[in-house]
Nanobody, 127 residues
Framework: QVQLVESGGGLVQAGGSLRLSCAASGSTFSNYAMGWFRQAPGKEREFVAAIASSGGSTTYADSVKGRFTIYRDNAKTTMYLQMNSLKAEDTAVYYC????????????????????WGQGTQVTVSS
């Protein structure tokens, strides 16, 4: 079982940047495909980005492609989400998640593929 803790959220103006971190503990981090999801008030949780356990493959939602970058440091058991050119519509609680449902070089983009979740971190973008 893996425990996940997000950090790095906050309030930023439109056009600004934030970097989210997801620190993992309790299990072998490099075994897990990882992902970022977000949930705005009154909306369902939606996929943002995912990275394979190997780190060699990444997938992005169309809404963040070209602005967000997901990466991981297996030695530090931490995953990151660099968010640039932020927009008001990026405002949400961001969650990191870990998956054992895919192979080493595959990514997972569905909520149902993830076994473990963090508590979330709030990102607010003011326009």
């Amino acid at each position: 079982q893996v425990q996940l803790v997000e950090s790095g959220g906050g309030l930023v103006q439109a056009g600004g940047s934030l970097r989210l971190s997801c620190a993992a503990s309790g299990s072998t981090f490099s075994n897990y495909a990882m992902g970022w999801f977000r949930q705005a008030p009154g909306k369902e949780r939606e996929f943002v980005a995912a990275i394979a356990s190997s780190g060699g493959s990444t997938t992005y939602a169309d809404s963040v492609k070209g602005r967000f970058t997901i990466y991981r440091d297996n030695a530090k058991t931490t995953m990151y989400l660099q968010m640039n050119s932020l927009k008001a519509e990026d405002t949400a609680v961001y969650y990191c998640a870990a998956s054992l449902a895919v192979t080493r070089f595959s990514t997972a983009s569905s909520v149902r593929q993830y076994n473990y979740w963090g508590q979330g971190t709030q990102v607010t973008v003011s326009s």
